[in-house]
């Protein structure tokens, strides 16, 4: 039997939109010579809630537990790709939220088809193979590399239509600094058609650099000297900034900055007490707020009191500075 868990991904936001008169990033002389990178983004792999599957060979096709539906897809669609003929059991132990900006999909698709290639030593094993296989990884590649690798990403965005983006930085996350999340029951994020139609209306817009160059600097000046510097007051402020302004991208296809005024409710009570670091991941509608470990479970106690929030719906965690773990159980 295989087991394999993987940590969960917060996306903190993209770097580029395509747009309809996106020839080329200009040079100096107004040329566009430079090929236009489209999305990126930054992220951040947490240990919590996560993907926990097994696999083990069955004589038909069956899975069980969370998401199961949809782990077999991810199972049958690997199997074609590679020529598997073989038939097996997944269990799947536990699972994030889906549609909740947690990264579940990916996850979950890469989980399926790494203990699949392990049982049937496939030769191609590596996480952006693995992504093509399952479809994944279409626009925002922070899942894929989160699966390998853990950490705080940085994903420098695509050229072409079906390319993966490369990963250009990825830094451990520092250990002293807590992750609470808070997922409201009851809400999803943008999904399906909603996110395709959505896409589909920023690509129809003017070309929008000045955004892209403010978000770049945030990266390059402000969020990754933070982290090395273990500056939680400037990353947390950096990261607010640059998840606001990505949601300005996205206020038609949310109605505002974040996906539900719940959300918006809760960054602007959580900035109120002096926490800087705290935004929505992707499209929501989990809220992350990057805190000292030593004012987490207070933070957590507050928000249930002050703000009425459930405790089914706050997650302590941290971030994950390894990738999906593999075991093989006999």
């Known amino acids: 039997m295989i087991r394999i868990r993987t940590p969960s991904r917060l996306h903190f936001g993209l770097l580029s939109i395509p747009a309809a008169d996106a ?61 598997i003929g073989a038939s097996f059991h997944l269990s799947i132990a536990s699972a994030a939220p889906e549609h909740a900006g947690l990264g579940t999909g990916t996850q979950l698709g890469l989980a399926v088809a790494r203990a699949l290639a392990e049982w049937t030593q496939q030769k191609d094993r590596d996480a952006v193979t693995l992504a093509w296989h399952v479809g994944r990884g279409k626009r925002s590649a922070l899942g894929v590399h989160g ?35 808070i997922v ?36 390059l000046l402000g969020l990754i000297p933070a ?45 109120a007490l002096g926490i800087p670091g705290v935004g929505q991941s992707s499209w929501g509608p989990a809220i992350f707020v990057i805190v000292e470990e030593d004012r987490a479970a207070g933070l957590r106690d507050w928000l249930k009191k002050k703000m009425q929030v459930k405790a089914e719906e706050i997650i302590l965690t941290r971030g994950c500075n390894r990738g999906a773990v593999l075991s093989t159980e006999y």
């Open 227 to 271: 982290l090395l510097e273990c500056d939680l007051t400037t990353f947390g402020e950096a990261l607010y900034d640059y998840n606001r302004r990505v949601g300005a991208w996205f206020r038609a296809a949310q109605g505002d900055l974040y996906a539900d005024p719940r959300c918006a409710e809760l960054v602007k009570a959580v900035r």
């Open 184 to 219: 409201p029951r009851g809400l999803q994020g943008t999904h399906g058609p909603r996110e395709l139609d959505a896409f589909a209306e920023l690509a129809r817009r003017k070309c929008d650099e000045r955004t892209t160059e403010v978000l770049s600097r945030l990266v």
């Open 23 to 83: 020839s080329g990033w200009p040079n100096q002389e107004g040329d566009a010579i430079l090929p236009r990178r489209h999305f990126g983004g930054v992220g951040l792999m947490i240990d919590q809630p996560g993907v926990e599957l097994t696999l083990e060979p069955a004589q038909v096709w069956s899975a069980g537990g969370a998401l199961a539906e949809r782990a077999l897809a991810f199972a049958h669609k690997y199997c074609a790709a590679v020529g």
């Open 147 to 181: 699966f390998a690798h853990g950490g705080f990403l940085v994903e420098a965005g695509k050229t072409t239509e079906g390319a993966i983006a490369p990963l250009i930085g990825r830094w451990d996350f520092p250990s002293d600094w807590s992750v609470l999340l």
